[in-house]
């Protein structure tokens, strides 16, 4: 018979209650950042190296999709880390394999004699990041005051953002420009290893509540995640993560030419200084969700990133206008990221977060995936203008469905979005 220890006194959902709280939300920055580097080395460094080497791109999207894989399964195992140790080591875990198999891809020469094995590591370093932002959402659930949730989503997708631009830029600048090929993984190494240090500005969490099993501790995990998928709160963000908002599907490297923006810009906009206008948009997105409702600032960013979109279609077709629409488009769907984490960390609480964050996480990656598609569907049967418009049409339509949604379900008693 499986016994139960009550959580100690001074303790919330099982989990100790720290004496601090987090004070100063930028330490998601860096916390985020190995994340975001695994993604940016793979995507940016590891494909240049490959394609350079002379494989096809078909074998060198395959070896991408490798990494994007275990990002969907993720929620699989994130049970585990509400369940066993210390997040702190689990964040530790993390970001020293990110930082090692960074390396050891950077000292295997990027030739087709090494894609098996490069294929695995790339595998290797998406499920030690995947430790990393696992263990960052617990921090971000129990440690901060609710006032700051936004603030903080929007540093956290800014060391998202900020990190595949290190990953990706630095990893390529030095790869390009230094005769030992390992350097470049040596310094990624050592940015994924300094990061860890984020986590001594983090408040102690100790688990309380535990069972005599293990299998006893995941049942309370599904009870976790069931308890916020019924709450109002709870099914109203799995209803809005699974809405095509601020998706940032448009392929513009693909529809530059329209523009005249040679490859030189395109690679500018959409690496480097794309990067940190997305990660701008999100530290004001952020902010902005401290001071309004998420789910009200999430749709609101829809429909703005919609309307840059469309307004794009009408503008002179040139490459300065290419620069300052796919600029601004990233500022806001950088906001829109979040927006969806505020929405994410309003709705699940304290309770197994891990699991739930990134059940909710699968869910708007699905909706990413399948908006994605959508354009490149539209742009090839009807046209790039029709793309754009429907980046505002689709998103609108939704919108004024999920409005309709929270009016017709809202209980006598409840103000506002909530519901509550």
């Known amino acids: 018979m499986t016994t139960h220890i009550e959580a100690a006194p001074g303790t919330i959902d099982g989990v100790e209650a720290a004496q601090d709280t987090i004070r100063w939300p930028v330490v998601f920055l860096p916390l985020f950042a190995p994340f975001g580097i695994a993604n940016g080395y793979v995507a940016v460094t590891l494909a240049f190296l490959l394609g350079r080497a002379g494989l096809s791109t078909i074998a060198i999207t395959t070896i991408i999709a490798a990494g994007i894989w275990p990002q969907t399964w993720k929620v699989l195992w994130a049970p585990l880390i509400d369940t066993i140790g210390n997040p702190k080591w689990w964040y530790g875990l993390g970001a020293v394999l990110v930082g090692a198999v960074l390396l050891l891809m950077s000292v295997l020469p990027a030739t087709a004699r090494e894609v098996p094995v490069l294929t695995i590591l790339v595998i290797v370093s998406s499920i030690a990041s995947t430790l990393v932002s696992m263990s960052t959402e617990i921090f971000m659930t129990h440690g901060l005051p609710v006032a700051m949730r936004g603030r903080a989503s929007g540093w956290g997708q800014a060391g998202n953002v900020g990190g595949s ?9 030095l790869a390009q420009h230094v005769a030992q090929p390992w350097v470049s993984g040596a310094v990624l190494a050592a940015i994924c290893f300094a990061c860890w240090a984020g986590v001594l500005v983090v408040p102690r969490a100790r688990r309380t509540r535990v069972t005599a099993t293990y299998f006893a501790n995941l049942k309370g995990v599904v009870g976790d995640v069931w308890a916020v998928a019924r709450s109002r709160l709870g099914y109203l963000a799995l ?3 699974m809405l095509p908002i601020c998706s940032g599907g448009v392929p513009w490297p693909a529809i530059a030419g329209e523009w005249r923006a040679d490859a030189d810009l395109v690679a500018l906009i959409n690496g480097v200084v794309g990067g940190m206008v997305t990660a701008s948009g999100a530290l004001a997105g952020g902010y902005i969700c401290d001071r ?4 009200r600032a999430y749709c609101l960013f829809g429909l ?14 040139s490459p300065a ?10 500022a806001v769907v950088g906001a829109g990221y979040a927006a969806y984490s505020a929405i994410v960390l309003e709705a699940i609480g304290r309770k197994s977060a891990a699991t739930n964050f990134n059940l909710m996480a699968a869910l708007s990656n699905v909706t990413i995936a399948a908006m994605t598609s959508f354009d490149g569907w539209v742009h090839d049967r009807f046209g790039t203008d029709v793309m754009l418009y429907g980046e505002l049409a689709l998103p609108a339509a939704t919108i004024i469905a999920f409005a309709l949604f929270v009016a017709l379900t809202r209980s006598r008693r409840s103000t506002g979005w909530s519901g509550l």
Request: charged letters at 10%; glycine letters at 18%; one cysteine or more.
């Open 165 to 173: 631009g290190v990953g990706g830029g630095i990893g390529l600048a």
């Open 239 to 241: 209803i809005i993560m």
């Open 292 to 295: 309004l409702d998420a789910k």
């Open 304 to 317: 703005l990133s919609g309307a840059v979109a469309m307004t794009m279609a009408w503008a002179p077709r």
């Open 321 to 330: 206008t290419f620069v300052v629409f796919t600029l601004c488009y990233g």
